[in-house]
């Protein structure tokens, strides 16, 4: 249950803690939220995330899919140049979906960020404490920089030198998890534990903040051994578990097996908070159809939560298409 989540805010700054008179820690408890509050916010969210009927939207394309993620919204690179106007465009569309009256805490329990969202505001509040405070929606952060080279069938993140300030930034603005991608090729066992290690290492410095680490090892849909790396990767996941003490709570983002309750020790291991499935390129359509056949995973997609909002579309058609995705997506994950 939620109670188990005291202990490991204890990793939290604490300078809101201290006793130094009112007057020589302004400075401290201006940027720091009271400790109270924070665990109290914490609280709530690990809460609705563990729990509650509804899925994540996943918000957080960037660099390289961003320009791709504008065209399909109807907006072509001709309308901007360099990638200041790009991301301000991406804001205004993420913006208009997370404004929406259908966009909220009812359907959509969480929503995945990337830096720059987080580092701009929405109607005038700073994106993550938009999403909870008026949407109800639990805010994490895309943390990971990308992907190194395939070797060994699989592709690693690439190194995040400057996580440590990125963590610190992402705690100050409110979030409360993060999100790293890997990405699995094929059936390598090296590969797939390198995969796992990295992403339990990374997911440890993310708790180690006080944050919930989202753990995503992609398996690649068009993998030609699909079910021999779930299997691989099942076992791999279920040691780094093992690892974790009591308190070491985690999410896991995952491509939906072949054999739909393959993932079922990981999704009932007591470290586990919930297990969310990428869409990994498949049509909403059949994504959904997949994730109903699932059990215990509910949704986490992007391209398939955004297919069919355009910039083009009026406000009308805009809420009706998301309303009609969001519920698609909802009913899929309540299987």
């Excluded at 720091?32 to 509050?37: F, G, R, V």
Aim: glycine letters at 8%.
């Amino acid at each position: 249950g939620s109670s188990h989540f005291g202990s490991s805010l204890c990793a939290l700054p604490t300078c809101a803690k201290t006793h130094a008179s009112p007057c020589s820690s302004a400075v401290s408890t201006a940027v720091e939220q009271p400790q109270t509050a924070m665990e109290g916010r914490m609280e709530a969210q690990l809460s609705q995330v563990e729990f509650q009927d509804g899925f994540l939207a996943a918000l957080d394309q960037s660099g390289g899919s961003t320009p791709e993620a504008l065209k399909l919204y109807g907006i072509d690179e001709s309308e901007y140049s360099g990638d200041e106007q790009m991301y301000d465009k991406v804001h205004e569309m993420r913006t208009r979906i997370i404004t929406n009256p259908k966009f909220n805490g009812q359907r959509t329990i969480g929503a995945i960020l990337f830096e720059a969202t987080m580092d701009r505001q929405i109607c005038g509040k700073p994106s993550a404490q938009y999403l909870w405070e008026d949407k109800k929606v639990v805010p994490f952060l895309k943390i990971d920089k990308g992907l190194q080279e395939e070797k060994d069938g699989v592709q690693l993140m690439k190194e995040m030198p400057a996580l440590d300030a990125l963590l610190d930034k992402a705690v100050a603005a409110g979030i409360f998890g993060t999100k790293e991608r890997s990405v699995i090729k094929r059936a390598s066992v090296a590969g797939i534990q390198a995969v796992v290690q990295q992403q339990f290492e990374v997911g440890r410095q993310v708790l180690a903040k006080g944050l919930v680490p989202m753990l995503e090892p992609e398996i690649d849909i068009k993998a030609p051994d699909k079910e021999e790396c779930e299997e691989l990767l099942l076992a791999a996941l279920l040691q780094g578990l093992a690892k974790l003490s009591a308190e070491q709570l985690v999410v896991f983002k995952l491509t939906i097996p072949s054999k739909p309750d393959l993932y079922a020790p990981v999704i009932k291991h007591p470290n586990t908070i919930r297990v969310v499935a990428l869409s990994g390129g498949y049509s909403s359509d059949e994504a959904c159809r997949l994730l109903a056949a699932s059990p215990g995973m509910i949704g986490s997609f992007s391209r398939a939560f955004a297919e069919g909002l355009s910039a083009q579309q009026t406000d009308e058609e805009f809420t009706e298409t998301l309303d009609r995705s969001t519920e698609m997506i909802y009913q899929a994950s309540s299987t």
